[in-house]
Nanobody
């Protein structure tokens, strides 16, 4: 079993910044990828940013130039630095990890509980 613990969400004014963190723990052999998704009311959950081992980061067009994803592999942690926030960034943000389970060596996907980000104008 793997658990993802998120932190850093909150409320900010337009133009402000937030930094989200997500730490994975449990029966982990390795982590193949970690990323962030978001879901606004009435909309589909969408990829915000992801970092797969051995590949460059992937970003949604709407956040390119404003958000930066990074990983600390030693801590099994992924971060999302969000700058120049806009009201349309308001959503629940979810951490996701593709984890190779230690005893079975199977890849399993895990989701965090979600953290609310609210941007006011």
């Amino acid at each position: 079993q793997v658990q993802l613990v998120e932190s850093g969400g909150g409320s900010v004014q337009a133009g402000g910044s937030l930094r989200l963190s997500c730490a994975a723990s449990g029966s982990i052999f390795r982590i193949n990828s970690m990323g962030w998704y978001r879901q606004a009311p009435g909309k589909q959950r969408e990829l915000v940013a992801a970092k797969t081992t051995g590949a460059i980061p992937n970003y949604a067009d709407s956040v390119k130039g404003r958000f930066t994803i990074s990983r600390d592999n030693a801590k099994n942690t992924v971060y999302l630095q969000m700058n120049s926030l806009k009201p349309e960034d308001t959503a629940v943000y979810y951490c996701k990890a593709a984890v190779v389970d230690a005893p079975t060596r199977r890849e399993l996907h895990y989701w965090g509980q979600g953290t609310q980000v609210t941007v006011s104008s």
